[in-house]
Nanobody
Framework: QVQLVESGGGSVQTGDSLRLSCVAS????????MGWFRQAPGQERKFVAS????????NYADSVKGRFTISRDDAKTTVYLQMNSLKPEDTAVYFC???????????????????WGQGTQVTVSA
C-alpha cells in the first residue's frame, strides 16, 4: 500500500503561481510512476501530468503544457507540480496518484493509477 498526501493548494489570481506537493509513504520507492489529475465541479477527473521512475520522462496535458512542470525528489518521496500563469479554467481539486511499481508507462487514464491522495483545492479568480 502507498499513501499519498497533497498540499499547496489555495486561492490565487490569474497569472499567479502555485506549487503543489505530494508526499508518499508506505510501500514506496523510486519505481512508481506518479501523476497529477484534476477534477472541476460536475466534470470527470482529468489527466494533468505524469513523471516516470527517477524522473527521466514527463508527460503533460495540452492544456497545461508550457505552464506546469512536474518533478520528483525520491530522497523525500515527494512529487511536485509547479503551476505558473494560472488561469480560471485551472480551478479544480488536484489529486496526486501513483501506479503500481511494476508498471512504467506514463499513462493518462485515471483507472491505471492504483493509489490516490485526498486532493487539494486550487481556485484561480479572474
Amino acid at each position: 500500500q502507498v499513501q499519498l498526501v497533497e498540499s499547496g493548494g489555495g486561492s490565487v489570481q490569474t497569472g499567479d503561481s502555485l506549487r503543489l506537493s505530494c508526499v508518499a509513504s508506505g510501500r514506496t520507492s523510486s519505481g512508481n510512476v506518479m501523476g497529477w489529475f484534476r477534477q472541476a465541479p460536475g466534470q470527470e477527473r482529468k489527466f494533468v501530468a505524469s513523471i516516470s521512475r527517477i524522473g527521466k520522462s514527463t508527460n503533460y496535458a495540452d492544456s497545461v503544457k508550457g505552464r506546469f512542470t512536474i518533478s520528483r525528489d525520491d530522497a523525500k518521496t515527494t512529487v511536485y507540480l509547479q503551476m505558473n500563469s494560472l488561469k480560471p479554467e485551472d480551478t479544480a481539486v488536484y489529486f496526486c496518484a501513483a501506479r503500481e511499481s511494476q508498471y512504467s508507462s506514463l499513462v493518462r487514464v485515471a483507472l491505471d493509477y492504483a493509489y490516490w491522495g485526498q486532493g487539494t483545492q486550487v481556485t484561480v479568480s479572474a
